[in-house]
């Protein structure tokens, strides 16, 4: 079990609170939910507005974020794993205790907002040792035969209902901590209210193995985006 392109155990904390939006990361971290001064633009202004249509400058600043009941008491997950599309990241929770495995909760986010998330995370790793010490190193598995586990060969062991294939959306992250537990409420920061698109529970132990998947993910998202490195020009040959 890990996190990563495939890892799977995390650990317990809520202490420190830490809420962080794409535009602009609260510094606070003891509010109750993304705050964001900027403004958003549902059209453009470009004149009159033909009929029908309304297009007006709003100004969103979210205080708190609405928690739906089929969402408050959230899914406990033992890993995750991450896939890189062209336009966000897809983090799939698994729940690998009992049969079948399955994937507790799918959340899409843009690739921005990974950073943050990943950031954020880092940040509540630190104020979490800094009162509680470092969590347990999580036991190795031991691989029989020294088999790679690939990711259609994770999928072929999970159960993943239809109705979560297109997971839910987060363009914002919350996270706390207890001794034991870390929680993540991912939030849709939209006007008119931010609402809580999932909650998920990690133990403390696996929370460093998500750190290091989200890490390793984003890397290879960059090396991607900025391609290989080019390589220096030959030298011209000697004159003769």
Request: proline content about 13%.
């Amino acid at each position: 079990d890990g996190f990563g392109g495939v890892p799977d155990d995390i650990a317990d904390t809520r202490t420190g609170e830490r809420c962080m939006t794409p535009e602009q990361p609260d510094k606070n971290p003891d509010h109750d939910g993304p705050r964001d001064d900027g403004t958003s633009h549902p059209g453009q202004d470009s004149g009159s507005p033909p009929p029908g249509s309304l297009n007006e400058q709003i100004q969103h600043v979210p205080v708190s974020a609405r928690v739906p009941p089929g969402v408050s008491r959230g899914v406990f997950s033992t890993g995750v794993i991450v896939f890189d599309g062209p336009n966000e990241f897809v983090l799939d929770f698994v729940l690998r205790l009992g049969a079948p495995h399955v994937v507790a909760s799918r959340v899409v986010m843009p690739h921005q907002v990974l950073a943050q998330f990943l950031a954020a995370l880092r940040e509540n790793i630190t104020l979490y040792e800094g009162r509680f010490g470092k969590p347990a190193a999580m036991p190795v598995p031991k691989n029989p035969e020294g088999q790679k586990t690939t990711i259609a060969d994770l999928y072929e062991q999970l159960k993943l209902p239809d109705e979560m294939l297109s997971g839910v959306y987060a363009n914002a992250v919350m996270i706390g901590h207890t001794p034991s537990e870390f929680w993540f409420d991912f939030i849709a920061n939209f006007y008119p209210r931010s609402c809580v698109s999932a909650r998920v529970f990690l133990s403390a132990q696996q929370v460093p193995g998500l750190a290091e998947t989200l890490n390793t993910s984003f890397q290879q998202h960059l090396r991607k985006r900025t391609g290989p490195p080019e390589s220096p020009e030959p030298p011209p040959p000697p004159a003769g």
